[in-house]
């Protein structure tokens, strides 16, 4: 009798242990996912988690998009098609425009000026338009930008209509474009230190505006940094993005147009390292 006594005990216990057990689990809660609605990025130095803006197109390019051909970053991809660019200044001293074209590039970005990031006084590239004419004459398409430290909406209306007066004289068929850029590693007085997203967003959008109202195609320069952190894309949609994010595949998450890989690229008829560049031209039925 004392054995079975014993055994209904030692069951008894079993069976407190296993509901406790039970109560236990069921009050632990499972830790929330900190990520949940995020998604990963490289942004220029690491990865790190943003939240999509759900107003701006999320690009389709993956990796396996892309080939690299020596320094060449080739597409692959069957949504549109690349075609190879440059951007250049004064920067790069004279240029053969007919060696460039040989070479395989099919488009140039050349800089027509810039606002001084001390003084901002605004001052015509050196090399403008020679470089403007060369790229023409040799049959590459030209967009123009504008290297801005614009402070306020009226100083990025200013620049964009000083652009605008610098491209009539020339058969531009590219974008015209906005390049806020901040400073660093300078010593002095840095004019746009300080600036916020909101801020260069707004000037942005001042800018593009002046050029879309006069007809040409308005497109922003950004690194992915800026894209992913200063800018409110979500703001900008009507426009044209032009990508810098060096590598060896197009990383940025969200759609764009141009796409700047290399800062040390090497081409016929620059005798300087050059940056590189993909458009993509989208493939259009009929």
Not at 27 to 50: K, L, Q, S, T
Not at 139 to 166: C, H, K, M, N, P
Request: charged share 20%; proline share 3%; glycine share 10%.
């Amino acid at each position: 009798m004392k054995q079975i006594h014993r055994q209904c005990r030692q069951g008894l216990a079993l069976l407190l242990a296993l509901a406790l057990c039970v109560a236990l689990c069921g009050c632990r809660r499972e830790e929330p996912d900190p990520h949940a609605g995020m998604v990963e990025v490289f942004n220029g130095a690491a990865n790190d988690w943003i939240t999509p803006k759900p107003a701006v197109p999320v690009s389709a390019l993956t990796q396996a998009d892309f080939s690299l051909d020596g320094e060449v970053v080739r597409y692959g991809g069957t949504a549109c098609r690349a075609a190879q660019g440059v951007d250049v200044s004064y920067y790069q001293g004279e240029i053969d425009w007919a060696a460039v074209a040989a070479s395989g590039v099919e488009f140039a970005m050349i800089r027509a000026g810039y606002r001084g990031y001390t003084d901002g006084g605004i001052t015509e590239d050196e090399r403008f338009r020679e470089n403007a004419q060369g790229a023409l004459n040799a049959g590459l398409r030209v967009g123009l930008y504008f290297f801005s430290q614009a402070v306020t909406v009226e100083e990025a209306e200013i620049e964009a209509r000083w652009l605008l007066d610098a491209a009539k004289d020339f058969k531009i068929t590219l974008p015209l474009v906005f390049d806020w850029e901040p400073i660093g590693g300078v010593s002095g007085e840095i004019r746009t230190d300080g600036m916020t997203g909101a801020e260069t967003t707004a000037c942005a959008r001042a800018f593009c505006e002046i050029i879309a109202g006069a007809g040409y195609e308005p497109c922003i320069y950004f690194s992915r940094w800026q894209g992913y952190y200063d800018y409110d894309l979500s703001q900008l949609t009507d426009y044209t993005f032009w990508v810098s994010g060096t590598g060896a595949w197009d990383d940025f998450y969200y759609a764009h147009t141009f796409w700047q890989y290399t800062f040390t690229g090497t081409v016929d008829g620059i005798a300087t390292a050059v940056d590189r560049n993909i458009w993509y031209i989208p493939i259009t039925s009929g």
